[in-house]
Structure formats: C-alpha cells, structure tokens
C-alpha cells in the first residue's frame, strides 16, 4: 500500500509560481516512476508531466514545456511539481500519482496505482 499526500496548492496570480509537493509513503518509492495530473471543472483528468524511478526521464504535455518542472528526491520518497508562469487555464485540482509495478511512467491515468487526494491551484488573471 502506498499513501500519498499532496501540498503546496494555493491561489496565485497569473504569471506568479507555486511549487506542489507530493510525499509518499513505503520503503521502495526509488522503485516507483510518478505523475502530476490535473482536472479542472468540467473536464477529464490530464496528465502534466511524469518521471521515471531515477529521474533521468521526464515527459511534460505540452501547454506546461517550459513553465513547469518536475523533480523528486528519493531518498526524502517525495515528487515535486515546479510551477513557473503560471496561466489562469492551468486552474485546476493537481493530483500526485504512483506508478508501482514499473521503473518507467506513463501518461495514461491507467498507468497508475495510487492517487493522493488532490491540491488546488486557482490562477487569478
């Protein structure tokens, strides 16, 4: 069983940053590749960007290619979400996600076994 919880959600003017933090839980999160999605009002859950169990290899949509970063650190069993630029059309719940049966991630929501509860970011024009 993984847990995973979320912070770092908030409200912010549109050009400002955030940076969304996901810890998690259990002994072999380096085993783990992981991935921010989003779902906003009214629409399905995307993903945002995803990274494999080194983090050698990242994948980002492309409405968030260079304004958004993610990282994470192994030995803290934590991912990070680095938020730059942001727009009012990046509004939306941010949900962590653990890929566990496989070193590499996926872009799919199928891909992945356990979901945190979610942060909101509001992006105020």
């Known amino acids: 069983q993984v847990q995973l919880v979320e912070s770092g959600g908030g409200l912010v003017q549109a050009g400002g940053s955030l940076r969304l933090s996901c810890a998690a839980s259990?002994?072999?999160?380096?085993?783990?590749?992981m991935g921010w999605f989003r779902q906003a009002p009214g629409k399905e859950r995307e993903v945002v960007a995803a990274?494999?169990?080194?983090?050698?290899?990242?994948y980002y949509t492309d409405s968030v290619k260079g304004r958004f970063t993610i990282s994470r650190e192994n030995a803290k069993t934590t991912v990070y979400l680095q938020m730059n630029r942001l727009k009012p059309e990046d509004t939306a719940v941010y949900y962590c996600a653990a890929r566990t049966r496989t070193y590499y991630y996926s872009t799919l929501t199928t891909g992945y076994d356990y979901w945190g509860q979610g942060t909101q970011v509001t992006v105020s024009s």
């Open positions: 259990g002994r072999t999160f380096s085993r783990y590749a």
């Open positions: 990274i494999d169990w080194s983090g050698g290899e990242t």
